[in-house]
């Protein structure tokens, strides 16, 4: 007979003796009756057995139960034993019984119900009155996917265990694809578990990780605090690093993610982020990267001119106050112009040139909107700030709209206030004030022709006298003096539309094609007062001088149409848009002889949900030729994926393509590659290889990327299911 075992597997002395004294009792019995020829005197099968343990009734069923007397009242249970009690449940062919301790060995079978948890062992050892015990060589199983073995499992509360020797895997079989052992934990199964002195393992053959001091997993839960997997790699500019991150699991509204990241040319730096939500109308993140370049040499610093202390941060909030009041921050900063160069990740990190702080608080109404908006940058292209900030700026714009009393006339109105701000070079007030009047008259029904007057009042505190050299840059020279200026426009619109639908009759899937043609024209005069000597901080507002031109474009649409099936609706959606516009300048034409503005064109191409192509581009006629052309195609089939995509701009001399592709190569096998390319220096910014190939309980990803000036990473990622991924990073 197995000795009854105590909460946490303790073994008592009395109950040792109590139950050799019940053996002893028991085995001189069957002797008596084997020599007398008699069987042993067994129960046949009966009602259910009910007994009280622990101020709780428990139901107890088998094939045989047999109640030995004494004073420890020994019942044994043999053959499809089940005891039930509350939310417990134990199973097994032969059950022991102490009803005066509660104390149960079971053996044969074994099966645990904890709730809704089930527990296998070789021998379970339960207290039906404390409800702890032991389940020896024990497995379990966690919806959806946990599965946790060990050599031995304390039950200490409904659904928490005390682990020894035990193995954490979300992989199916007897020998998973992957495991954690540790030599003891805990685990709660409907939270989380976790452990000391852990290992990860390959097959249960290769121990990759060979020793983890700490090991955490939630169990059917998305969020739960505890230490994710290291990332470790090396490279020829940081050395040595590692990355440590820890999740906390603040509450339901709020989480973090931290890192501690290593560099053993660098320092010791901190990674995080902070994600929070306070209603369904307000939420936020805050993450940041921060190191302190200690093991880096003054002599390198020096020379890139960095300081010790470099990170950036980003902090975005976004409030809905009132259906039309809402609160947007988008808030970047760094501390200088070359941390994003050397610690960012992607191609877009690494090439940016600003980092800006927007603050808007938005007030929309039917035809009006109030916006008023806070601006700070950084430009990181440049080592002298001459950044101009605008805090705040304040902007009121309406609509085209119905006059009040004479419901032929329209009016438009945009007003606005900014102060400017400068490190180095003057800043200054301005206030703007531009209202129009508009007449449409719509002539024979075939073009509408709209007549409009206008008039702009912008005021300033500064007045331009010229330029000046400060910390080797040019600066406009200002001094205070209130001035402002008055300017008068009008002109007239000229506009109509024709449109031809053409039936195909499911011809490519499309029903019918309509055509549209939309010219139109806009004649515009100003004249003004004091036109000169303004400061000139926004080109769009300031540079707005003596105007005499004549604004043209033409627009090409076809729109498709899908058929309709007899529980469907037709699908509708624009197939080709051409935009070709351009200005004839009067007044430059007397000047200069060179009447005309750029031409610029758009373009867009997409004659199905698989297929999109867009360009726009703007060409000189004056022998500058192309200033600046873009190019988007996106393209899928089936299992591929393409991006193709190209920039370029004649004034700030940015020149470069890009292309994107993916595949599935296997059902659990896909690639991608990805490429930009600098043409006006002929060489490859960045390039990216690398493959994610996904198992029942893991993915394996691998990724090469090559980077101008020799700069090549590798990466080689774990993703365990349901737990995290861990990795390493290769650099030379």
């Given at each position: 007979m197995s000795a009854p075992f105590l909460p946490h597997g303790r073994i008592s002395l009395s109950g040792i003796g109590n139950v050799l004294a019940v053996a002893a009792s028991c085995l001189a019995a069957i002797a008596l009756s084997l020599s007398l020829g008699v069987a042993p005197a067994w129960a046949q099968p009966k009602s259910p057995l009910t007994i009280r343990?622990?101020?709780?009734?428990?139901?107890?069923?088998?094939?045989?139960?047999?109640?030995?007397?004494?004073?420890?009242?020994?019942?044994?249970?043999?053959?499809?034993?089940?005891?039930?009690?509350?939310?417990?449940?134990?199973?097994?062919?032969?059950?022991?019984?102490?009803?005066?301790?509660?104390?149960?060995?079971?053996?044969?079978?074994?099966?645990?119900?904890?709730?809704?948890?089930?527990?296998?062992?070789?021998?379970?050892?339960?207290?039906?009155?404390?409800?702890?015990?032991?389940?020896?060589?024990?497995?379990?199983?966690?919806?959806?996917?946990?599965?946790?073995?060990?050599?031995?499992?304390?039950?200490?509360?409904?659904?928490?265990?005390?682990?020894?020797?035990?193995?954490?895997?979300?992989?199916?079989?007897?020998?998973?694809?992957?495991?954690?052992?540790?030599g003891s934990g805990t685990v709660a199964l409907d939270d989380i578990a976790y452990g000391q002195n852990a290992s990860f393992w390959i097959a249960d053959k290769l121990p990759l990780v060979p020793w983890l001091p700490f090991f955490a997993a939630a169990l059917r839960r998305e969020r739960q605090s505890g230490f994710l997997f290291p990332e470790f790699g090396t490279s020829s500019k940081k050395g040595l690093f590692a990355k440590i991150p820890y999740y906390w699991a603040i509450s339901d509204s709020q989480d973090m993610t931290i890192?501690?990241?290593?560099?053993?040319?660098?320092?010791?730096?901190?990674?995080?982020?902070?994600?929070?939500?306070?209603?369904?109308?307000?939420?936020?993140?805050?993450?940041?990267?921060?190191?302190?370049?200690?093991?880096?040499?003054?002599?390198?610093?020096?020379?890139?001119?960095?300081?010790?202390?470099?990170?950036?941060?980003?902090?975005?909030?976004?409030?809905?106050?009132?259906?039309?009041?809402?609160?947007?921050v988008d808030a970047n900063a760094t501390t200088d112009d070359l941390v994003f160069r050397e610690y960012g990740d992607f191609l877009q990190d690494r090439s940016r040139q600003r980092a800006e702080t927007n603050v808007f608080l938005s007030r929309a109404w039917d035809t009006w909107s109030l916006v008023a908006n806070?601006?700070?940058?950084?430009?990181?292209?440049?080592?002298?700030?001459?950044?101009?900030?605008?805090?705040?700026?304040?902007?009121?714009?309406?609509?085209?709209?119905?006059?009040?009393?004479?419901?032929?006339?329209?009016?438009?109105?945009?007003?606005?206030?900014?102060?400017?701000?400068?490190?180095?070079?003057?800043?200054?007030?301005?206030?703007?004030?531009?209202?129009?009047?508009?007449?449409?008259?719509?002539?024979?029904?075939?073009?509408?022709l709209t007549p409009f007057a206008g008039g702009r009042t912008t005021y300033y505190n500064q007045r331009a006298v010229g330029l000046r050299a400060t910390r080797g840059v040019t600066v406009e020279d200002t001094i205070h003096e209130d001035r402002v200026r008055l300017q008068a426009e009008g002109g007239v619109e000229a506009e109509t539309r024709a449109s031809r639908v053409f039936q195909l009759d499911g011809a490519g899937g499309i029903a019918a094609l309509q055509h549209v043609i939309e010219p139109r024209m806009t004649l515009l005069q100003i004249r003004g007062f004091n036109q000169k000597a303004n400061p000139q901080f926004d080109p769009s507002i300031d540079r707005i001088g003596r105007v005499n031109e004549i604004t043209y474009s033409l627009t090409n649409r076809l729109n498709a149409k899908t058929g309709s099936g007899p529980n469907a609706e037709p699908v509708r959606w624009e197939m080709v848009r051409f935009v070709v516009s351009q200005t004839l300048n009067l007044r430059r034409a007397i000047s200069q002889g060179q009447p005309f503005e750029d031409l610029t064109g758009d373009f867009i191409f997409q004659p199905n949900t698989m297929f999109r192509f867009r360009a726009d581009a703007a060409y000189n006629l004056y022998g500058v030729g192309l200033r600046s052309a873009n190019t988007d195609l996106t393209a899928t089939y089936r299992d591929v994926a393409l991006t193709v995509g190209?920039?370029?701009?004649?004034?700030?001399?940015?020149?470069?393509?890009?292309?994107?592709?993916?595949?599935?190569?296997?059902?659990?096998?896909?690639?991608?590659?990805?490429?930009?390319?600098?043409?006006?220096?002929?060489?490859?910014?960045?390039?990216?290889?690398?493959?994610?190939?996904?198992?029942?309980?893991?993915?394996?990803?691998?990724?090469?990327?090559?980077?101008?000036?020799?700069?090549?990473?590798?990466?080689?990622?774990?993703?365990?299911?349901?737990?995290?991924?861990?990795?390493?990073?290769?650099?030379?």
């Open positions: 343990a622990g101020g709780q009734e428990a139901t107890i069923l088998a094939d045989q139960i047999q109640e030995v007397g004494g004073a420890n009242e020994l019942l044994i249970a043999v053959g499809n034993v089940e005891i039930t009690q509350g939310q417990s449940r134990l199973l097994a062919d032969r059950v022991e019984l102490n009803r005066d301790t509660g104390e149960a060995v079971a053996q044969g079978r074994v099966v645990f119900f904890d709730a809704e948890d089930r527990l296998v062992g070789d021998r379970v050892d339960y207290n039906l009155k404390t409800g702890t015990g032991v389940v020896h060589n024990a497995s379990t199983f966690s919806a959806p996917y946990y599965r946790l073995s060990a050599e031995r499992m304390d039950r200490v509360g409904q659904g928490l265990y005390n682990v020894y020797r035990g193995v954490f895997t979300t992989c199916e079989g007897d020998e998973p694809a992957w495991s954690f052992k540790m890192s501690l990241d290593t560099f053993t040319r660098r320092g010791v730096g901190v990674e995080g982020e902070y994600r929070y939500i306070l209603s369904q109308q307000a939420r936020g993140t805050f993450s940041g990267f921060f190191i302190r370049e200690m093991l880096r040499s003054s002599g390198d610093r020096a020379q890139l001119d960095v300081p010790e202390n470099r990170g950036f941060f980003s902090y975005k909030h976004d409030w809905q106050i009132m259906p039309r009041l809402s609160l947007k806070v601006l700070w940058y950084q430009d990181l292209t440049i080592p002298v700030a001459t950044e101009l900030q605008r805090v705040p700026e304040i902007k009121l714009q309406g609509l085209r709209q119905p006059v009040p009393g004479a419901p032929y006339l329209q009016y438009q109105t945009e007003a606005s206030f900014t102060n400017f701000l400068r490190a180095v070079g003057d800043g200054g007030v301005r206030l703007d004030v531009h209202p129009r009047v508009f007449l449409p008259v719509p002539v024979a029904g075939l073009f509408t190209s920039r370029f701009n004649d004034i700030s001399g940015v020149n470069y393509a890009t292309a994107q592709v993916s595949a599935k190569l296997l059902s659990n096998l896909d690639a991608h590659a990805a490429i930009g390319y600098d043409v006006r220096n002929g060489s490859s910014v960045e390039s990216r290889v690398g493959v994610d190939w996904r198992f029942q309980c893991f993915a394996i990803s691998a990724e090469y990327v090559n980077r101008h000036k020799d700069e090549n990473e590798f990466r080689f990622f774990i993703s365990l299911l349901g737990v995290g991924q861990t990795g390493t990073k290769l650099s030379r």
